[in-house]
């Protein structure tokens, strides 16, 4: 079965501190790859994609994502994180031919101002 | 932006009642689907949904459940007999034209059985 990991289970930084989460998945075919964030209290919110095209794909809220298809990774980053991006982010791969979603198991990022 | 609406936040069951999550894609939504996160686990898909019929359904997904667009705007998701097991959080979420388009999730019910 497909599955979808997330190295860290909790991460606890500081504002202006740099972020990188890791996400790796064990499909070997075609994949599309989601980061989703979820703020206290909030829905599901999609960060960014990667569907095909430049591995490195830019989001909102200055979030950036990087495709490393010989890893079967898709990391995301933040050069300089803030108070607000308190969240529990998730990771997301779809296979190609298929719509649902596999999740990892997310990762609660708390900023300390 | 157009939202995906869940209702109610909060359902509280006795074990064994029949229990309706009730939500409203996005409008122009072609594909639909029903996620749950059990306290503590993974985000599990349950069941996606096209041109009025299941296109997916996970083991998870068993003869206790079931799913209905019984008009143009809600999509329901239906357990007969709720087990102690069955609470979770319930995610609903929408696609646009085409099935591997990002999907929209609604801000999810909270199933209590009790």
């Known amino acids: 079965a497909q599955s979808v990991s997330q190295h860290n289970h909790h991460v606890i930084l500081s504002e202006a501190a740099s972020l990188e989460l890791g996400c790796n998945y064990s499909?070997?075919?075609?994949?599309?790859l989601f980061w989703y964030v979820q703020y206290p209290g909030q829905h599901l919110q999609l960060l960014l994609k990667?569907?095909?095209?430049?591995?490195l794909v830019k989001g909102i809220k200055g979030f950036e994502a990087e495709f490393i298809k010989s890893k079967f990774s898709f990391n995301l980053r933040k050069p300089s994180v803030q108070w607000s991006d308190t969240a529990e982010y998730f990771c997301?791969?779809?296979?190609?031919?298929?719509?649902?979603?596999?999740f990892g198991a997310g990762t609660t990022v708390t900023v300390r101002a | 932006e157009p939202e995906v609406t869940q209702t109610p936040s909060h359902q509280v069951t006795q074990m064994g009642q029949e229990v309706i999550l009730r939500c409203v894609p996005i409008?122009?939504?072609?594909?639909f689907y029903w996620y749950r996160q059990i306290l503590g686990q993974k985000v599990e898909f349950l069941v996606s949904?096209?041109?009025?019929?299941?296109?997916?359904k996970s083991e998870i997904f068993d003869d206790q459940f079931s799913v209905e667009r019984p008009d143009g705007s809600n999509f329901t998701l239906k357990i007969r007999s709720t087990k102690l097991e069955d609470s979770a959080m319930y995610f609903c979420?929408?696609?646009?034209?085409?099935?591997?388009?990002?999907?929209?999730f609604g801000d999810g019910t909270r199933l209590s059985i009790l």
């Open positions: 979420a929408s696609s646009g034209m085409t099935g591997n388009q990002p999907q929209h």
């Open positions: 499909y070997g075919g075609t994949v599309n």
């Open positions: 990667y569907f095909s095209g430049d591995p």
């Open positions: 997301a791969v779809q296979r190609s031919n298929d719509y649902k979603l596999s």
């Open positions: 409008s122009n939504h072609l594909y």
């Open positions: 949904f096209y041109n009025n019929e299941i296109s997916e």
